[in-house]
């Protein structure tokens, strides 16, 4: 391809919208007498959805065989950033051999309710896991010479009327949540590509939302890819494409192109302004010819291998009282549950991987049972009716066994793009199948295949829970693996599950009404509601067992006091302490008591995932930076820390911390403060140009005590202007303040 300055010159007006617009379904406008390429870009993210023949964006029709890896709720329960990269670099490799350009993935998008749709496509709850995630699949698919496209931007956390929902949301709450998913993975990875989300945030749809395009993302975080809508969200054209939208995606059959040229032509459009976007787009393109690896081929068996390894970590064991897992290779074991023959391993929509090949968890089982007898039992229909016979036959079974496992999970239609689901429960049939078990059987341990959080009314009465997640085509092997103990489970849930869907922070603001939905329960989203509230969660953020055991001592800041600007380094010892080898997730959390601000109780800041032998012991280290210390201050518009001690948290969980240690951090933003007469006697009662002030007129307060009334409370409160009438009414006159004096002392305090 030519330079791009010169193409651009080149280019006619008409060349130049048409760039901008979908040449396709999957792909961009070709323009061979410039040597300008088309470019293909297909889903993501979990996997590449190459739609050969009919395309849609829902999942609909046929799509090449690919390897379908675990979805991203389930990558997120690894937290393993080397394992998102592997991931991300296999999709990357079949991107290459599928002749795709851009890969739509991953999802950033926070799981603020778990009734989410797709909560199955995003990671946590929690922006810093997700950002970091994010930003090794990028890193890793890019790694490849394709491009990511990091979805859907921003604040895209439901289905119910996606594609025109009003996000009402604060600032803050925007920043610290929401937009901090994104940001950290576009500054780490930088994509080449991000996809705006359907929705409006504060009544801007996102696809012509300037501050979040432009200002946000390129100025603020410095994003130098194009920003591509994601399919059919563009409105007007050209208002989007002033707004930083620089492609859209579908071909819109001409309407987008012939806006962004009336535009330019009336004067509405600076011709500037689509000059950037089609050098941003050619210089995606220019990137791509060059990645472009000649007759690619990919290795679907290692691709499988990698996915069973991905599915291994993304499996978490969320109950295992008594040790009834792993199970023993001997005696009976009853599986009951038809996801035992025709597991759940994805979601559905645009994400639907037409897989290479789907292994079965009781082949699998079988395979791994060694001297255990398997017997199986239907247990419940599928279709969610109650059905006695299949009840009967699976008490009948599981009578006859040593221990039971229990399929469990929920339907499609329940992990679905385009539908929120509206309850956490599994179907009745399920619920009343695992009870009436558990009444008759004392070692019963429930898989759960699902792509969001569940309710379990029956947690305390079995004795095992292992979360599956939609783990993938390899997924029945892994699974094996880690039932019998061929494998110690390790994730941890980066999504809280909560007791009960009222116990959620957005329960009365999810899906909103008609038109709009509001954030109201702001930065306490998952744990940092949990946390605040004392609602107890069924299974809390960041919790996972393991067959060993792990202990941690030895905490040590590289310092106990430190500028804003510098790092902190943090280290302590985690040892295996049990029998088994096993892979432990070290969660680091910051906390500031102090804040002059509503702050959540702690944030996660730092993981690390570690692997260790029967009675090895490893040194885990972390650094922090300002941004771990900072809030999202809207006075000033940017992140700033406090001064003051803050607590550096070490946990098994977010319920579990174990180690602790202070730092004295000192900020080096200075706030200077404003008074007006408005300011209260509290505000101004540290300034030592109204010591003088405030000393006497509380001095002068002095009956009331008996009264039982907190005179200092009610003085405290009081506007300054209200002191020149209050002080003539206790003076008499003599000696009272004057509005003059008071706004010379507010001058002076003002500096
Ligand atoms: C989804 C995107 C997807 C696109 C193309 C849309 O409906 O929201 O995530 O990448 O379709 O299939």
Redesign the pocket.
């Known amino acids: 391809m030519e330079d791009i300055k010169t193409l651009l010159a080149k280019m006619t007006l008409e060349e130049k919208a048409s760039l901008c617009c979908g040449g396709g379904f999957w792909n961009t406008r070709e323009l061979p007498h410039l040597g300008i390429p088309a470019l293909t870009l297909?889903?993501?993210p979990h996997g590449v959805?190459k739609q050969s023949g009919a395309a849609?964006?829902?999942?609909l029709n046929e799509s090449d065989k690919t390897t379908c890896f675990p979805t991203a709720a389930g990558m997120a329960a690894s937290w393993n950033r080397e394992l998102l990269y592997k991931v991300g670099a296999a999709i990357g490799e079949e991107c290459q051999a599928e002749d795709v350009q851009i890969v739509?993935?991953p999802?950033a998008n926070i799981k603020r309710s778990p009734l989410c749709g797709?909560n199955f496509?995003y990671f946590s709850e929690d922006p810093y896991l997700s950002a970091q995630l994010a930003a090794k699949h990028i890193q890793g698919a890019q790694s490849q010479g394709v491009g990511a496209?990091l979805?859907?931007f921003a604040a895209?956390n439901q289905e119910t009327r996606?594609f025109n929902i009003d996000v009402v949301i604060d600032e803050r709450t925007l920043r610290e949540i929401y937009l901090a998913s994104f940001e950290g993975a576009v500054v780490d990875a930088q994509p080449w590509t991000v996809?705006c989300a359907?929705n409006k945030i504060n009544g801007e749809f996102c696809s012509q939302n300037r501050k979040l395009l432009t200002e946000i993302l390129r100025e603020e975080w410095g994003f130098a890819g194009f920003v591509v809508s994601?399919?059919?969200a563009v409105s007007e054209r050209d208002k989007g494409l002033a707004a930083g939208l620089d492609l859209e995606?579908p071909t819109s059959a001409g309407i987008g192109k012939e806006a962004i040229v009336s535009a330019v032509k009336s004067g509405g459009l600076s011709e500037a302004a689509l000059d950037k976007a089609v050098e941003r787009i050619l210089s995606v393109i220019s990137k791509a010819v060059d990645g472009k690896k000649a007759s690619a081929a990919c290795d679907k068996a290692a691709h499988h291998a990698l996915a069973r390894e991905a599915a291994r970590e993304s499996m978490v064991l969320l109950k295992n009282e008594g040790g009834v897992l792993p199970l023993a290779k001997k005696g009976g074991i009853a599986v009951i549950g038809p996801f035992a023959k025709t597991p759940r391993f994805q979601g559905a929509?645009?994400?639907h991987i037409n897989a290479t090949r789907v292994d079965i968890p009781y082949d699998e089982l079988e395979k791994a049972a060694e001297g255990a007898a398997l017997m199986y039992a239907e247990g419940y229909a599928l279709n969610g009716e109650a059905d006695a016979a299949l009840l009967e036959e699976a008490k009948k079974i599981a009578a006859s066994a040593d221990v039971c496992v229990i399929f469990a999970g929920l339907p499609d239609k329940d992990d679905s793009?385009?539908k929120d689901r509206v309850s956490l429960r599994l179907p009745e049939n399920q619920n009343a199948l695992i009870a009436e078990i558990a009444k008759v059987h004392k070692s019963v341990a429930v898989v759960l295949m699902n792509g969001s959080a569940v309710e379990t009314p029956w947690a305390g009465d079995v004795k095992g829970i292992l979360e599956a997640y939609l783990g993938g085509q390899a997924m029945a092997g892994a699974l094996a693996e880690i039932l019998f103990g061929d494998c110690n489970p390790s994730g941890k849930l980066a999504e809280t599950f909560p007791q009960t869907l009222h116990d959620t922070p957005c329960f009365i603001n999810f899906p909103g009404d008609s038109k709009r939905v509001e954030y109201r329960e702001g930065l306490f989203v998952g744990y940092r509601y949990y946390d605040k509230t004392g609602v107890k969660p069924l299974f809390p953020f960041g919790h996972g067992l393991s067959y060993t055991t792990f202990e941690y001592s030895d905490l040590r800041l590289d310092k106990s006091e430190m500028m804003d600007t510098e790092e902190l380094r943090v280290s302590l010892t985690v040892k295996n302490t049990g029998k088994r080898a096993g892979k432990e997730i070290v969660q680091l959390y910051v906390r500031y008591p102090a804040a002059s601000v509503i702050r959540p109780v702690k944030e996660l800041k730092g993981f690390e995932k570690v692997d260790l032998a029967p009675g090895e012991e490893k040194q885990v280290e972390f650094t922090l930076g300002k941004r771990a210390f900072a809030f999202y201050d809207t006075d000033i518009n940017g992140w700033r820390v406090e001064s003051g001690d803050f607590e550096i948290l070490i946990g098994k969980s977010s319920a579990e911390t174990v180690l602790s240690a202070l730092v004295h951090v000192t900020s080096t933003t200075t706030v200077k403060k404003r008074y007006t007469l408005d300011s209260t006697i509290a505000d101004i009662r540290d300034e030592p140009a109204a010591a003088q002030l405030v000393q006497t007129l509380s001095g002068s307060l002095g009956a009331g005590q008996e009264l039982g009334l907190d005179l200092d409370a009610l003085f405290s409160s009081i506007k300054i202007r209200s002191l020149v009438a209050m002080s003539q009414f206790k003076s008499g006159g003599k000696g009272a303040v004057t509005i003059e004096q008071l706004n010379g002392l507010i001058a002076a305090m003002n500096g």
């Open positions: 297909t889903d993501g959805r849609d964006h829902l999942g739509l993935g999802g797709r496509e496209s979805k859907h895209n996606r996809m359907y994601d399919w059919f995606m929509g645009s994400s793009e385009g």
